[in-house]
Structure formats: structure tokens, C-alpha cells
């Protein structure tokens, strides 16, 4: 069964050249009578690098544990290069997993951690077997086929000079480029990573992200890769699922998602500062302070909008439309974050750069935003408006730009 | 306060040593007798120290009773035992403490009331079902009653408990099967966890007189306890002192295999939340 797996797998691989190859049918999961995944519907690309991003328990690390086989939906279908696997085992899938916690089996060297799944798969029961493995002749010819791959492993991450180590004699960074080089060995169909980062140090978490991008392109595999930290995901993704409360909110490239969140919590989850939200009645005419200048196009008037200002689209103008005074400042070298109290009980942060010197706490400002990259929210559900703010009297602001990057 | 520093200190050790000092007396004596010549042991007064030291006595326990005998039936008895209940055990415990399944809670329940009931109280069922099996007088009759240890279930589903999860969902993906993980896996990790339940184990079943007793008369099946026993009904029941070189045998590989283990030992009993 594994075998013949493995064969479809491979030869569909290289004959047809199928875009899609992990696809999820209107899965669901319940535990008990809750709900943990609903009705969750994806397709991930050969070859991509696709991030399951989320706050933490909005399912996305049992979206991947159902895409591992290490557990099962209650309801739907997961299906691989056409092939639908769901039952499967995990083995039987022929995935690689990297676990946050690494999951290194601590009585065995890095060498021995390596080369379990190896040998799992290339040798027989007899072959794996203590003391008979250095009495069969095709079992010594394995192993030192397999000892090859594991070196080849080791160097390609770095790690030759830890493979005789037991993984508690090694650091952080260490341990999980050695789960890496295990779940890398054994050519897998896709890697799936489990907020593989997240027990790391800052710096080095900064580095391992290139290095996984890195990993990514050479060995041109389709990866997973679970997250909370927005920032990994836009930075390391070719496309993201945005996953709230068991279902995926968005799902695009990480400009997409940053420049067009399709809810009010894509929004405020996505980008390096929390988003600015005001929200006003929409109007006939121009819309009430501190919106004064500009007019809604596109939502009936009376209807509760929530406007998103992204801190770092706002910016001191001197025509600019929100007055406002400085109550508190955050100085962070290259730029500081500013909350400035604009009347009318609004208050946003805005940053500001700090090459022309730095405003003072109690100091008058006035900040302009690009109207074309307002994003307009519905204030009941949180759904993004197709609307778009106009600005009225000319000079006011600077013309709005309705098209997105 | 200063003054009486030192005299606190002093209180803790001081009472250490008092309670060794009782707990060690009885082997003491028992080491002390069987050194020393047998007109000294019925000396009137009390002599810690032999005068002389009498090797003798360790010679007579091999030739009065066939002590090597009695031994090596303790080693295939409380070898036999340990394998078996490891072999049963490990995987029992493997499932309660990382499987979920249906009465998963309702079965570790019965573990625990199994832990409960000393086996005292099964004598006579389990007498009966062996001789029903045509089983008494043999090596098994001796080693099946134990095989399956609750306690030992519970030890090791404690141990097993604490593994992480991803840790038996890595062995999944690698392609391990369940059974794989046992002994792959789960066991290797557990060894503090064996080491304490082989102690605990060997330990009871070495010094059971009471099944011994009951299951066997053949003297050839006898276990170490059983053998003194046969030693204190020849006529030679004043001959204390083979006697109690004979005792101070058995007791000894208990006594090393303990002390080699110790800090295993109570790794394992700590790691298990399970204190005494």
C-alpha cells in the first residue's frame, strides 16, 4: 500500500505537471460539540509556499494536523494530486512535519533521528532489525546508501559536526535545523512546518526565515507552513490563509491581503502596527468629523461604517484632513508612533518619521492619508465595503487614488 | 540565635543517623551472626563485633540446602515475572496514556481499583484456577499469576503521560506503527520509569514467601524465602549461623542491584508523581 503510494505520487509528479496538489473540500472538524474547523475549502499549488496564519486556536494547526493525517475531518475531503487521502495514514501520505516543540527523539544521536524515517521507508522489518541489520548483505548495502543522504542532509543545513550528538546537548537553533534535516531527507510530497520559529530567539528566528526561504527555492517543494506571527507570513509566503474562528477569512499573496483585508480582523491582524479603526455614520454629503473633508461613494448614507487608517499611511501634512493633538509618543529610532487625540473622542496612531526632528507630547498636527487606501469596513459585520472616500473641497487632501497595487 | 545555630544544624543528621541506626540494626545483627562460630552466637551478653571471623558458616549454607538451587529459581521466577509484566505493561500503558478511545478513562479506572486489592485476596481463585490447569508445582505456577502488572500499567501510563504529544505524532509521520512507537520510542524514554518498577518488582517477588508457599512443594521450585525456610526445618534449627549467612545471600543482590540503580530509582518514582 505505502509502496504503491509512493509510486503514483512520484510518477504523477513528473508526467503531469500538476498545479494543484493539496486541496481541502469543505472540511470540518468538531470536537465534541465544538466546532474547531468549518467548512474549510483550499488549494495550495505545487511548489508554493503557503502560510496558514491566524490567531492562536483559530484551527490552523489542526487544518495542518488533517492535511498531516494525524488527524481526520469529521466532514469533508482532503485530496493529493487528484488523489483523495483522507483515512490515510501520515505515512501512507508521505508528508514531512516539523514540529514547534523539533519533536527530536531524545535517546537517539542526530544521526540516528535522520535516519529513522529513511529506514522506515527504504528498509524491511528484517533489514531495521538490531543486530540482523549487520548480518544481512542488503541491509548493509541500504544503510550505507542511506548513512550518503543523511550526509547530504547535514551539510546542505549545516549540522556534519552534531550528527553524533544527542539532541539535548545541542541549542535551540540547532535542534530545529536537525528536525529540518529529518523531515528534508526523505523527499517528501509536501513539508508541512508547525510554527517551526516560535521557540527561537529573535535574531535567530530572523535568520531561520531566510534560511527556510532558501530551502524553499532549491529544493522546489510545495511547503506549509503554520504561523501567528504575520510578520513570518508576509514575509516568507507566496499566499496566505487567513484563518479566524475555524474558517479561512482570506485567502491571497501577502499584498492582497495587506492592502485589501477582506474583514476588519484581517485588518487589524495584518501589519507591523495595529490599524486604526473610526467609525462613523455614513452621510449624504460629507461625512461627520474628523471626516469632514471627504464624502462616501459607494454605502447608503445612515449606514454604520468603521474607516481603517494604517498607521503608517498616515503622515504630517499641512493641508491634511485630521487635526489633531500629540498625547503620547513611542520613539523607536528610524521613526516614532504617535496617538494623537483628534476631537470628538477619536484618537489615532500615526507614525511619524524622525530624520526632521520629533514632535513634542501636547504638540498641534495635522496627518494626510492616501484615500485610495482607506479601507472601509461595515460596522455590524465587519465586512469590507466595496466603498471608497471622495474628498470634497478640492486642495483639502491630495487627490484619492482608487487603484491598488 | 547564633549560639544555636550550630545545635539546629545538628538536630537534622543527629536523627538521620538515629533512624538508619534502627532500620540497619536487624542486618547488622544478621551479618554480625553469620561471621561469627556458633558457641559465640548463644554467648550470654551482647557482642556486636565477632571475635573471630567464621567463613564457615557461608559454606555449610551451600552444603546443609541446595542454596545455588534456591537462587537460581529466584532468578527464572523474578526474571520470568519482569519480562512478562514489561511486555504487558508497556503497551497497556503506551494506550491509556496516549491513545484516546472509547472507556479509555473508565479502564485506567479499574487499573487504579486494581491497585487496590492485594493479591492475598485472589490466592485462592488463582490456586484453584492453576491446579485446574494442571499447573501447580511448575515454574508457572510461579511466574503467570503476576504477569500482569496493574501497578506496574500505572507506573509506566504516568511516565508515558508526560512525553509531548508531537513527540508520537513525529514517530507517525516517520512511519512508525503504534507498536513501533512502544518500544522505539515510548520504552527507551521511560527508563527511569523501568528501573524503578524492575526494583519494586524484583523486589516483591524475591522476598514472597506467601505464594511459594502455596503454589509449590517440590523443593527444586523453591524461591530464596522459601529455601530458609527448608534450612530452619532440618534438625539443625539451633545452627543459626549457616543460617544466617544463607539469609545474608539472598539478601545481598537485592541490596547491590539497589544501590547501583538508586539514582534511577528515584528519578522514576519522583517522575511518576508517585511518592514513598
Known amino acids: 500500500m505505502r509502496r504503491l503510494w509512493w509510486k503514483i505520487v512520484d510518477t504523477s509528479g513528473a508526467a503531469i505537471s500538476l498545479t494543484v496538489m493539496i486541496e481541502l473540500k469543505d472540511v470540518t472538524r468538531r470536537f465534541g460539540t465544538a466546532v474547531a474547523l468549518d467548512r474549510i475549502s483550499l488549494t495550495i499549488e505545487e511548489g508554493s509556499f503557503t502560510s496558514l496564519l491566524g490567531p492562536s486556536g483559530c484551527g490552523k494547526s489542526t487544518t495542518l494536523r488533517i492535511i498531516a493525517g494525524l488527524d481526520q475531518p469529521s466532514e469533508g475531503d482532503v485530496v493529493f494530486a487528484g488523489r483523495s487521502v483522507t483515512g490515510m495514514t501520515a505515512a501512507e501520505r508521505n508528508i514531512a512535519m516539523v514540529f514547534q516543540s523539533y519533536a527530536l527523539y531524545p535517546h537517539m544521536t542526530v544521526r540516528q533521528n535522520i535516519t529513522l524515517p529513511l529506514a522506515m521507508r527504504e528498509m524491511s522489518r528484517w533489514e531495521r532489525m538490531v543486530l540482523l541489520d549487520r548480518l544481512l548483505p542488503s541491509a548493509r548495502r541500504k544503510s550505507a546508501a542511506l548513512a550518503d543522504k543523511v550526509h547530504a542532509v547535514a551539510a546542505m543545513l549545516h549540522i556534519e559536526a552534531l550528527l553524533d550528538r544527542k539532541p539535548n546537548a545541542l541549542s535551540g537553533g540547532q535542534k530545529q535545523r536537525a528536525a529540518v534535516a529529518r523531515a528534508l531527507v526523505r523527499d517528501p510530497v509536501a513539508f508541512l512546518l508547525d510554527e517551526p520559529l516560535s521557540n527561537l530567539d529573535a535574531a535567530l528566528r530572523v535568520q531561520m526565515r531566510s534560511e527556510l526561504t532558501d530551502l524553499h527555492r532549491r529544493t522546489g517543494r510545495t511547503f506549509i507552513y503554520v504561523t501567528h506571527d504575520q510578520s513570518e507570513a508576509m514575509s516568507m509566503s507566496d499566499r496566505i490563509a487567513v484563518i479566524m474562528q475555524g474558517r479561512i477569512v482570506q485567502v491571497g499573496r501577502p499584498p492582497e491581503i495587506y492592502e485589501q483585508p477582506a474583514t476588519r480582523e484581517v485588518a487589524a491582524f495584518i501589519g507591523d502596527h495595529p490599524i486604526n479603526f473610526l467609525e462613523v455614520r455614513a452621510a449624504a454629503g460629507p461625512l461627520p468629523p474628523p471626516f469632514d473633508a471627504f464624502a462616501l461613494d459607494g454605502a447608503e448614507a445612515g449606514r454604520r461604517i468603521v474607516v481603517g487608517l494604517r498607521p503608517e499611511g498616515l503622515r504630517p501634512a499641512a493641508d491634511g484632513a485630521l487635526i489633531g493633538r500629540i498625547e503620547r509618543l513611542e520613539y523607536l529610532g528610524s521613526q516614532a508612533v504617535a496617538t494623537v487625540a483628534l476631537g470628538g473622542g477619536y484618537s489615532v496612531r500615526a507614525v511619524l518619521p524622525t530624520e526632521s526632528g520629533v514632535a513634542a507630547v501636547g504638540e498641534a498636527v495635522r496627518l494626510g492619508f492616501d484615500a485610495g487606501r482607506v479601507h472601509l469596513f461595515d460596522a455590524g459585520s465587519g465586512e469590507r465595503l466595496a466603498a471608497g472616500l471622495v474628498p470634497l473641497a478640492s486642495g483639502a487632501v491630495r487627490p484619492a487614488r482608487r487603484t491598488t497595487r | 540565635m547564633t549560639v544555636l545555630a550550630p545545635i539546629t544544624r545538628l538536630v537534622g543528621p543527629a536523627l538521620l543517623i538515629l533512624g538508619a541506626a534502627v532500620v540497619l540494626l536487624p542486618f547488622f545483627w544478621m551479618l554480625s551472626l553469620s561471621l561469627k562460630p556458633a ?30 538451587r534456591y537462587l537460581l529459581n529466584g532468578v527464572i521466577v523474578c526474571g520470568g515475572i519482569l519480562v512478562f509484566q514489561i511486555l504487558i505493561a508497556v503497551p497497556c500503558a503506551y494506550a491509556l496514556a496516549q491513545r484516546r478511545f472509547w472507556l479509555n478513562g473508565a479502564i485506567f479506572t479499574l487499573v487504579l481499583a486494581g491497585l487496590l486489592v492485594p493479591y492475598h485476596v485472589t490466592a485462592i481463585p488463582v490456586f484453584l484456577g492453576l491446579a485446574e490447569l494442571d499447573l501447580l508445582n511448575t515454574y508457572g505456577a510461579l511466574i503467570i499469576p503476576f504477569v500482569a502488572s496493574v501497578f506496574g500499567i500505572f507506573l509506566f501510563r504516568q511516565f508515558f503521560a508526560t512525553l509531548p504529544a508531537d513527540l508520537i505524532d513525529a514517530a507517525r509521520v516517520d ?3 503504534e507498536m513501533a512507537i512502544v518500544w522505539r520510542i515510548a520504552f527507551p524514554n521511560a527508563w527511569p520509569a523501568a528501573t524503578a518498577f524492575g526494583i519494586f518488582s524484583v523486589v516483591a517477588h524475591w522476598n514472597d514467601l506467601f505464594w511459594p508457599l502455596i503454589a509449590v512443594s517440590d523443593p527444586d521450585l523453591a524461591t530464596p524465602p522459601r529455601g530458609i525456610l527448608y534450612f530452619r526445618d532440618e534438625e539443625a534449627g539451633s545452627d543459626f549461623g549457616p543460617l544466617m549467612a544463607a539469609t545474608t545471600i539472598i539478601t545481598a543482590p537485592l541490596v547491590i542491584a539497589f544501590l547501583l540503580a538508586q539514582r534511577k530509582f528515584i528519578q522514576g518514582v519522583t517522575m511518576s508523581g508517585l511518592k514513598g
Not at chain 2, 559465640?40 to 549454607?61: C, D, M, T, V
Open chain 2, 39 to 68: 558457641d559465640e552466637i548463644f554467648a550470654p551478653g551482647i557482642h556486636l563485633l565477632p571475635s573471630q571471623i567464621e567463613w564457615r558458616n557461608y559454606l555449610k549454607a551451600f552444603e546443609e540446602v541446595p542454596l545455588h
Open chain 2, 175 to 177: 512511519g512508525l506503527s
